[in-house]
């Protein structure tokens, strides 16, 4: 048996059970639920690892849900949403989902979702206290100095660069929306301006990924945002 308890939260049965199966069949612990009431009641009383919310309820918006459990609890939610929900999705990220699957998912994806957040959690653990040194494939930042390396050379990084690869790096394995980065980054009056985030992203990619042996560390989620991926 896994070690990781999930709770399923989804109100269509075929989705449901597709879910079970594959989580059955990797030997994930679980529980089901088909209402948001339901899911916000499983998670305080069996306090699950990991939870994958179907976005559309028959009760409760997926998004307060999301609230709900935010309120005193930091445990993984992961979001599966309809496309037609795409700004919903956005909106659950910004209430404190980690990542999201979108409708049709494939099995695969499922557990390639549930490996990330695992991997997430377990940086949770170890984090604790803020460690001085960020350490992620070749990417190092050293957070007391103010300065970031990839192997042994100086990235030589803009202050508003450093700052957006140091959020980035505090959230790793969790899908940042645009409006969350540039308000962190910039300040509430710029979350609207996507355009300049493009710019300051892709200045810094450049400089973190410019050699073609070096690692993809920014993930690209289109028309949502960007993730930092824990490299192995
Ligand atoms: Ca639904």
Known sequence: MSKYQILVVEDDAPVR??????LKARDYRFITTGTGEGAVMEAASHNPDIVLLDLGLPDLDGVEVIRRIR????????VISARS????????LDAGADDYLTKPFS???LLARLRVTQR????????????????NGLLRVDYSAGCAYLG??????TPMEYKLLCLLARNTGKVLTHRFILQNVWGSSW???IGSLRVFMAA???KLESNTSSARYIQTHIGVGYRMQKID
């Open 85 to 92: 929900e795409d700004s919903d999705k956005i909106d659950a």
């Open 120 to 135: 997430r959690l377990g940086l949770m653990q170890n984090a604790g206290a803020e460690q001085a040194v960020y350490q």
């Open 191 to 193: 979350e609207n301006d």
């Open 204 to 206: 810094l990619r450049k």
């Open 17 to 22: 059970n597709l879910i079970t199966t594959t």
């Open 71 to 78: 309120s005193w609890s930091n445990m993984p939610i992961i």
């Open 107 to 109: 099995v695969d994806e």
């Open 152 to 157: 042994e050379e100086d990235l030589k990084l």
